[in-house]
């Protein structure tokens, strides 16, 4: 089991601006910026319901390598929701790794549109894998989510022993997601280096 990487929720936060990125830097070159420094983003629904094929296309031209997108999915998925990940799939190819649905009305199939499916949930659980971080469950796909990170190195690590020690030996490519109202990102590039030294 290898390659955790570590992303954020969203990646244009503008607790951001100054901090992690540059202050004076262009919105539109903030991908770029991000994807030399983590190899994940979770993109929230807001932001990809509104991607045409030109947004898409520039997200592609943004990043590099082993980059990778998963769609943050909220309550439900409907008609057009599928349509829409139909769309991006068909532009980022195998950029996109995986859905994930926060909701507490729902469990999803596994697969949607061919994408692999994971629910972050306090009350819903999907069969098979799952694992349990602060009062989150996170079932399907493995994947990791915490919506509060401290700022301790010996807390960061027990969360990614915690955390990697429940998922699925034969597992590659992991994605563990940092969230809430507001990211330090010093504490997330923090949390890579813990995980990298820990040989994740």
Same mark, same amino acid.
């Given at each position: 089991?290898?390659?955790?990487? @570590? ?45 045409n094929a030109y947004a898409i296309e520039d ?13 943050? @999915? ?10 829409? @990940?139909? $769309? ?7 950029? $996109?790794?995986? $859905? ?11 697969? @949607? ?46 969360? $990614? ?7 699925p030996e034969k597992s590659h490519d992991i ?26």
């Amino acid at each position: 089991m290898d390659n955790l990487q @570590i992303g954020t929720f969203g990646w244009q936060r503008a607790d951001s601006q100054g901090h992690f990125y540059p202050e004076d830097m262009p919105e539109e070159w903030q991908l770029d910026y991000y994807s030399n420094a983590f190899r994940v983003v979770l993109v929230p629904e807001a932001l990809w319901m509104s991607w045409n094929a030109y947004a898409i296309e520039d997200c592609v031209e943004s990043v590099e390598g082993e980059f990778r997108f998963y769609l943050n @999915i909220e309550q439900l998925v409907n008609e057009q929701k599928l349509a829409q @990940i139909k $769309l991006i799939k068909s532009g980022l190819g195998d950029l $996109l790794k995986g $859905l994930v649905l926060f909701s507490e009305a729902c469990v999803p199939e596994s697969v @949607i549109e061919g994408v692999a499916v994971s629910l972050v949930s306090k009350t819903q659980v999907m069969p098979g894998w799952q694992v349990t971080i602060n009062d989150y469950h996170i079932s399907g796909q493995p994947l990791g989510f915490c919506d509060q990170l401290s700022a301790e190195g010996k807390q960061q690590a027990e969360l $990614l022993k915690n955390f990697m020690s429940q998922v699925p030996e034969k597992s590659h490519d992991i994605a563990f997601f940092v969230g809430g109202d507001s990211i330090n990102m010093n504490h997330v590039a923090n949390l890579k280096v813990v995980g990298e030294f820990l040989g994740y």
